[in-house]
């Protein structure tokens, strides 16, 4: 076998691992014996660059390359579905499509499955684009994103149409929801509030890498296309398995109103074991024929229509509320519940997110309150019962004092949430900034767990992130549960970490609104800390993915003398605080001037084109004003910047006329 031979073989093989693992659910090798398999295809790809393929498994990691998505009109409107609530509406549905037919029909019962739609095109068996719902007209091309996930297929097995298009669902299973949600915390970020915002707030990243890394999931559900294969939606689905989707096996073809109505019995109670979020039933008439003399309404099928399960609900009583600190400094509340069985398990306490919410559910200690679960997973409150309000007790009112420091609460007018601003000061804060800098994905400081950060705190060795480093074996050795070899251990991983790259260790300080790839973004442009310790505000916004929010953050954080001390005495001791590599200075062409960036170029990403302008000694800027030199204008220009830079006579140059300049 020749080594092209040996590199479409090991793709296949890979492939079908990729299927029976994402797809089948039921995986034949380990998962050591598949990342060898894949290490070898990586590793003849990169020997025999030739036979590239963008369609390989080893492309599935996603990018770092960003462009605007661009706006894709869709070939079939995505209509949404008319919703039901109850037995007797489906019937009444039953019932209109037995007369309009006037014919023997079957049901084609499906899951409803509670993600982002997305529209998938396949031509000649290689998927070559993926489409959001968007409005129903036109979605966002998000195929780069597409490509990350393994359960969808870029290249097709069997006998398939030359060109048709598929629908289905992009999903976040519960598990990653859940971590997610943890890093965002620990981040200081809001936590989303279910699965489904998860995935499409995911979808719209703009880096493919990091889209990936969040392990998305997708089931197939509705084909189109000029020459299917069937014409009948079951066996058209039941097909497009053997091809290499992902089509739920909860699928049933129904033949009656009763058969009908039992799937979703059953489903309604079996749902809750299921590892994705799911809020209903779609039915659909199965023969196409039947399917387009039905036809459509202006919004939605004639053909199909969804049955929404009731959220599940409880109702108990509110103890009090309490009030947690986070990393970050922000509060929030929670209310301590009497114990009560919602989906399955016993609720306690429910997040109530911020002190807008408890002011518009008024509540009191005391009231019987209705709790849901948001998604399926968060325990949130809905309403109070007013009725079993006999005796007016104490109104919920927010706090006004960090209950761990009693420091006066911040809240800043663009967010729902209040802060306690004594970062420095206040021992959850410190505590929680410390197990931070020490994680994994931060200096992945073995040995440093949240008991041993809580031990070394009240032992008075530390009292922030520097002072790690000054840490003695004796010390360490003489504290409850360590020893020498502990002690070592943790000396040791503190030495490691000096080598951990500016990136991380920039996320590692714990800068409020600055996660792993906010941190990349920043440290590509500022490739020191002092560039970044004195950039503007202009400066920061003019960064992809930095908003306002964001950028202010940073500045309050090099405003205050004490983190400045910190950074000179983690420097001291030898942390990385610039990019190795630093981008190599090429021309002054573009020396002195100011130069903004706008819209989707061809030839190199916007990113790509803010670091050519740095090397050739242009300054990026994010808004055009009267001291711009020039638009930088690729496809699809923002119209709000066209329309200034013509009021105030700024020059607009193309991608073309710019690569000629340098």
């Known amino acids: 076998m020749n080594i092209k031979e040996q590199i479409l073989a090991l793709r296949r093989e890979i492939e079908q691992h990729n299927f029976n693992y994402y797809v089948e659910n039921s995986p034949t090798i380990s998962d050591f014996e598949f990342d060898m398999k894949l290490k070898q295809l990586q590793e003849l790809e990169k020997a025999y660059p030739q036979f590239f393929d963008k369609n390989s498994p080893t492309q599935r990691v996603g990018s770092d390359l960003n462009a605007a998505f661009e706006q894709v009109p869709h070939q079939y409107p995505m209509l949404s579905l008319t919703n039901t609530y109850s037995e007797g509406e489906v019937s009444d549905f039953y019932n209109r499509v037995q007369k309009l037919l006037n014919a023997d029909f079957q049901i084609v019962s499906e899951l409803k499955y509670d993600g982002t739609s997305i529209s998938l095109i396949y031509e000649n068996g290689v998927l070559v684009r993926a489409v959001t719902r968007g409005d129903g007209v036109k979605g966002d091309d998000v195929t780069a994103n597409i490509r990350t996930i393994r359960s969808i297929p870029l290249t097709l097995k069997g006998n398939f149409p030359e060109k048709f298009e ?25 936590p989303f509030a279910n699965p489904r915002n998860a995935a499409s707030g995911t979808l719209k990243l703009l880096n493919s890498a ?65 590892p994705v979020a799911t809020d209903g039933i779609v039915l659909k008439i199965n023969d196409l024929m039947q399917q387009k003399n039905l036809g459509f309404t202006a919004k939605s099928p004639r053909w199909a229509i969804a049955y929404k399960f009731q959220a599940e609900k409880a109702i108990t009583r509110l103890n009090s509320v309490s009030y947690q600190v986070g990393r970050t400094g922000v509060i929030t509340p929670v ?8 989906s399955g398990t016993i609720v306690k306490r429910a997040s109530l997110h911020n002190a807008d919410i408890i002011e518009g559910l008024d509540l009191h200690v005391g009231d019987m309150v209705y709790v849901e679960k948001g998604g399926e997973i968060i325990p949130k409150i809905t309403g109070v019962e007013l009725k079993e309000r006999f005796f007016v007790n104490e109104k919920v009112k927010f706090i006004e004092n960090c209950p761990e420091c009693g420091a006066k609460l911040v809240r800043n007018e663009d967010e729902a949430a209040h802060y306690c601003p004594n970062e420095d000061a206040c ?44 840490l003695k074996k004796e010390r360490i050795s003489r504290l409850e549960r360590l020893g020498e070899k502990s002690a070592e251990n943790i000396l040791l991983a503190l030495e490691k970490s000096k080598e951990i790259p500016f990136s991380r260790t920039l996320f590692a300080l714990g800068i409020r609104f600055v996660g792993e790839t906010v941190a990349k973004r920043l440290t590509a442009v500022f490739t020191n800390i002092d560039k970044l310790e004195n950039a503007t505000f202009e400066q920061l916004i003019s960064v992809n993915e930095i908003g306002e929010s964001i950028a202010n953050s940073i500045l309050d954080y090099f405003q205050k003398p ?46 790509e084109y803010k670091q050519i302008i740095e090397q050739h000694g242009g300054a990026n800027v994010g808004s055009v004003s009267s001291k711009t030199s020039f638009i930088l204008a690729g496809e699809n220009m923002g119209p709000a910047k066209l329309e200034k830079a013509e009021k105030l006579g700024v020059k607009i140059m193309s991608e073309e006329e710019f690569l000629k300049m340098i």
Request: proline fraction near 3%; aromatic fraction near 10%.
């Open 210 to 274: 990091e889209v990936a890394n969040r392990k998305l999931d997708s089931f197939l559900y509705y084909i189109l296309g000029e020459n299917l294969p069937y014409n009948n939606h079951y066996q058209n689905l039941m097909n497009a398995k053997e091809w290499g989707f992902k089509i739920s096996d909860a699928i049933k073809l129904c033949s009656s109103l009763q058969e009908t109505l039992d799937y979703i019995k059953f489903w309604d109670t079996e749902r809750k074991n299921l």
């Open 335 to 342: 209310a301590n519940l009497e114990p009560v069985l919602l």
């Open 562 to 607: 004490e983190h400045k001390t910190l950074i000179n005495r983690l420097k001291t001791v030898g942390l990385q605080f610039a990019e190795t590599e630093k981008a190599e200075q090429k021309s002054d062409k573009l020396a002195g001037m100011s130069i903004v960036i706008s819209g989707v170029f061809e030839h190199n990403s916007r990113d």
């Open 166 to 190: 598929i629908r289905g669902e992009i999903l976040m299973p519960y598990p990653i929801f859940e971590e997610l949600n943890k890093e965002r915390e620990n981040q200081g970020l809001a």
């Open 427 to 470: 021992p959850v804060q410190i505590k929680g900034k410390i197990e931070h800098f020490v994680s994994r994905k931060a200096m992945n400081i073995d040995g440093l767990g949240e008991e041993t950060i809580a031990l070394l705190f009240e032992n008075k060795l530390v009292k922030n992130v520097a002072d790690l480093y000054e």
